[in-house]
């Protein structure tokens, strides 16, 4: 069993370099502050659940998340596939962009 500072190692490099990158990806977030706008979510269920996950993100990292209407750092879309995935898109803007 891995030890938990094992596993954060693991996060923040190893996984990168089992995906063919030995260069961590470390992403600097201006002021701290990360933007996401969820209204393309259908539910109000889905809505809840994407702000109870970005709390508990907020939570633990050094980030303050601000909802809005406008593109933002992160935007939340709904595929209507009832399939809960992500596959996160990174662009040169630190746009995260991902179907729920």
Known sequence: ????????DYLIN??????GSYDPHHFQVPGHVLTFNMDQLQTQ???DTAVAAL???????NVTLVQTSDLASINFT???DEISETT?????LSIISSPT
């Not at 069993?1 to 954060?8: E, F, H, I, R, V």
């Not at 190893?14 to 995906?19: A, F």
Request: proline content about 6%; hydrophobic content about 40%.
């Open 1 to 8: 069993m891995a030890t938990l500072s094992q596993l954060a």
């Open 14 to 19: 190893g996984y990168w370099c089992d995906e």
């Open 45 to 47: 269920e889905e809505k």
């Open 55 to 61: 709390q508990l993100w907020q939570d633990v990292a």
């Open 78 to 80: 709904d595929d209507n």
């Open 88 to 92: 996160p898109f990174f662009d040169p």
